[in-house]
């Protein structure tokens, strides 16, 4: 259970951030301050929607804040929690060095990937669009350059052959929770010996496009399209282009070393099986 003097603020936005903070609470570690992006259009219809992060600190009567910049008055804001630790899960923003050290023991932040392995946007997308048999979770001390801090803790996990980027996403999240859970106690108690990532390892993953979704299915690799339809299956999603209108593949499988399409949406028209 959290110590009545332990308070920390959670830096974070979509669902990996709102499913971490259910983790949390389940092991009761609740934030004195949620930090999150602003409500953004979505869908067909472009309606404002609010994140899940806040929709998560609504539900659960958090204190919230939606910054558009870390102007002054932010910054008071969040000296006035006077906080032990800053936790950061997918907030999507680059912190200032000066929130990232604000925190009597810093900031940690958790990353889903073996780091320094795959530092950046898309660390899930990129362990299966590589082929790789083994992920895992990274818990890092946050330092003022991305995803380079040295290491508070680990786990490795194996990726399942079938196994798309959101059913690995879901596994990660929950060990990526669970370590933190763990590991909070003994940040508390200043009982951690953190390990410094070896910066000749490094390796780095960019943010996902929508133009990455494109195959060739007449000459890409079997094993490269199907590690792409994996990788891409919530989004941007895979496609090809037939008659100059793009054809969406939905569902695939790889048999016989084969790519085999199964099920595709063609441009303007409903999903529908592949004979």
Not at 87 to 109: D, F, Q, R
Not at 180 to 209: R, V, W, Y
Not at 212 to 221: F, H, Q
Not at 258 to 264: A, C, R, V
């Amino acid at each position: 259970m959290q110590d009545k003097n332990f308070k920390f603020v959670f830096f974070g936005t979509p669902d990996v951030a709102s499913k971490t903070l259910e983790i949390l609470k389940e092991s009761g570690f609740l934030p004195s301050l949620i930090v999150t992006a602003t409500d953004k259009p979505q869908g067909r219809k472009m309606l404002l929607t609010p994140p899940p992060a806040k929709v998560w600190a609504i539900e659960n009567n958090t204190e919230y804040i939606q910054p558009e910049k870390f102007d002054e008055e932010v910054i008071q804001k969040l000296r006035q929690i006077e906080a032990t630790l800053f936790i950061v899960v997918a907030y999507g923003k680059i912190l200032k060095e000066e929130i990232i050290n604000m925190p009597t023991l810093g900031s940690v932040n958790i990353h889903y990937s073996l780091l320094p392995k795959y530092r950046g946007a898309s660390p899930v997308e990129s362990a299966i669009l590589n082929g790789d048999k083994i992920t895992g979770v990274s818990i890092q001390q946050m330092e003022y350059k991305m995803d380079s801090g040295p290491l508070i803790a680990t786990v490795k996990t194996k990726i399942e052959e079938a196994e798309t980027a959101p059913e690995l996403r879901k596994r990660l999240i929950q060990i990526g929770g669970d370590l933190l859970c763990q590991m909070l106690p003994k940040i508390i108690n200043k009982e951690i010996s953190t390990i410094p990532q070896d910066e000749d390892q490094a390796t780095f993953c960019k943010k996902i496009k929508k133009e990455d979704g494109l195959v060739d299915i007449e000459k890409d690799k079997s094993i490269e399209m199907y590690n792409k339809y994996r990788a891409y299956k919530a989004w941007p999603r895979i496609f090809y282009f037939k008659d100059n209108k793009r054809v969406i593949i939905t569902e695939a499988v790889l048999h016989d070393e084969k790519f085999i399409i199964k099920k595709i949406i063609p441009e303007g028209g409903k999903e529908q099986m592949v004979n």
